[in-house]
């Protein structure tokens, strides 16, 4: 079960699955375009909405008579400094990108301990590991949907069910454009914005359409290869995956220098 499956690596994800022999039950929250096919059954959902994601399993389980692989990829990003955010903004990136993957847990776990066996893969990114300017609660939600699934992790262990955190870097899809959402922009940040992004106008000009992908970065096709492989692969026990030969080092970067920063506590280990 994949949800956000109707572009980009939810889309791919689906795909290659399918192209693996799998069954797969796909979510969108639209009109979707995925092609039609015996094993593929595509389900409406709205991950913010508990009930509905309770209802979708339900569905996905009579039609294939058990989920053995939940994803959990629908999410978008959003831009806005913490004082631009409104509580709108907030609440609608924390119930998509925080809460929707945990309600969409939740509702596999039941069927995956009565049967001593699962996986729940929960697509994150690299910026759960460090921050950066403007994508604060982009972050946040992250940063806590990575805290629930490692604690998880643990929790489920001995059911037979297994958690995986992917972390990809840089991909080549629409996120920077018809995934990401914007918060009303403050003239205060004008210059942050200008030194991050080119220019202090959001949606920024040059922004991708929403069927455009930006050029660099790993292709989703070969990121979803490589998590249905580690899905594939019993030996794989890691918990954190990452994704994309810019991965590594970003995560490199950001657990050094928060570690530099403990180091100036002299109580800290060396």
Do not use: C
Not at 2 to 22: D, K, P, S, V, Y
Not at 62 to 90: H, K, P, Q
Not at 212 to 233: F, K, L, W, Y
Request: net charge negative; charged share 20%; hydrophobic share 45%.
């Amino acid at each position: 079960m994949i949800t956000g499956a109707n572009r980009g690596l939810g889309r791919a994800l689906a795909l290659g699955a399918l192209q693996a022999g799998h069954r797969v039950a796909a979510t969108v929250r639209g009109a979707d375009s995925l092609p039609s096919h015996g094993r593929l059954l595509v389900l409406p959902l709205d991950v913010r909405d508990r009930a509905a994601a309770f209802a979708a399993v339900d569905r996905a389980t009579a039609r294939f008579g058990a989920i053995d692989v939940l994803v959990n990829n629908a999410g978008y990003g959003l831009i806005g400094t913490a004082e631009e955010v409104s509580e709108e903004d907030a609440r609608g990136i924390l119930n998509t990108d925080l809460l929707g993957p945990l309600w969409l847990s939740q509702a596999v776990l039941p069927g995956m301990r009565a049967q001593e066996s699962g996986h729940i893969v929960q697509i994150s990114t690299v910026g759960a590991v460090g921050t950066m300017p403007t994508l604060g609660l982009y972050n946040a939600a992250k940063w806590g949907l990575e805290g629930f699934s490692e604690a998880m992790a643990a929790e489920v262990a001995s059911f037979g069910v297994r958690v995986t955190i992917v972390e990809p870097g840089e991909l080549r899809t629409d996120w920077a454009g018809g995934s990401m959402r914007f918060s009303e922009p403050l003239t205060a940040y004008d210059e942050l914005r200008t030194s991050l992004f080119g220019t202090p106008d959001v949606p920024w000009p040059s922004a991708p359409g929403a069927d455009e992908q930006q050029a660099s970065g790993t292709s989703p096709a070969d990121a979803a290869a490589e998590i249905i492989a580690h899905v594939a692969d019993p030996d794989d026990t890691r918990v954190r995956l990452l994704i994309g030969d810019d991965a590594p080092p970003q995560v490199h970067a950001a657990l050094s220098a928060r570690l530099d920063e403990y180091r100036r506590d002299p109580r800290f280990p060396r």
